[in-house]
């Protein structure tokens, strides 16, 4: 019984702070998990995440889609399957080096991707919107994200918890 969290969110709104802070912590610890073996997602968004009961458990989280996992080590990995001109991701949860084209994409994409997520989950809004796929990846690139405090009135998001988000979010990993 569950989830993903796009769906919780679109039929419940934004989530209390302190719940949106033990989903994330679960969310960090999955993803801890693959970034020790040498994986990263790089598809980290609400719809990826499931939350669901287990045993007497509610909120228990589970990361799904390793679709697009690399490896951390490109010396490791097999011959890409995309092109070098394509952007493979979610727009919306991807961070500015992905969408720059680097070859040095790591763990760090995931937290700005978690970043993303955790905004959505506080403020029930992306952090970006824009009329088309090139401008919300533009602003992924060069625009300063609102702190979630100012974007939702709903809950109270404290001081430290807007600075922690918006480190997520920062633009050089």
């Known amino acids: 019984d569950g989830r993903d969290l796009e769906t919780l969110v679109g039929e419940f709104g934004p989530l209390p702070p302190a719940r949106a802070i033990y989903l994330l912590r679960q969310i960090?610890?999955?993803?801890?998990?693959?970034?020790?073996?040498?994986?990263?997602?790089?598809?980290?968004?609400?719809?990826?995440?499931?939350?669901?009961?287990?045993?007497?458990?509610?909120?228990?989280?589970?990361?799904?889609?390793f679709g697009l996992v690399t490896l951390e080590d490109p010396s490791q990995a097999e011959p890409a399957l995309t092109g070098d001109a394509e952007i493979v991701g979610t727009p919306a949860y991807m961070a500015p080096e992905v969408i720059l084209g680097s070859t040095d994409v790591d763990r760090r994409a995931d937290v700005y991707a978690l970043?993303?997520?955790?905004?959505?989950?506080?403020?029930?809004?992306?952090?970006?919107?824009?009329?088309?796929?090139?401008?919300?990846?533009?602003?992924?690139?060069?625009?300063?994200?609102?702190?979630?405090?100012?974007?939702?009135?709903?809950?109270?998001?404290?001081?430290?918890?807007?600075?922690?988000?918006?480190?997520?979010?920062?633009?050089?990993p």
């Open 28 to 65: 960090c610890r999955s993803l801890a998990e693959a970034h020790a073996k040498g994986l990263v997602h790089r598809d980290v968004k609400p719809a990826n995440i499931y939350v669901c009961r287990m045993g007497l458990e509610y909120d228990f989280v589970k990361v799904l889609d």
């Open 115 to 172: 970043g993303c997520v955790a905004y959505f989950l506080l403020t029930g809004e992306r952090v970006f919107s824009a009329a088309t796929r090139m401008q919300l990846l533009l602003q992924h690139v060069s625009n300063a994200p609102m702190p979630p405090s100012r974007r939702t009135t709903r809950w109270e998001i404290s001081r430290e918890l807007d600075e922690l988000v918006l480190a997520c979010l920062e633009k050089d």
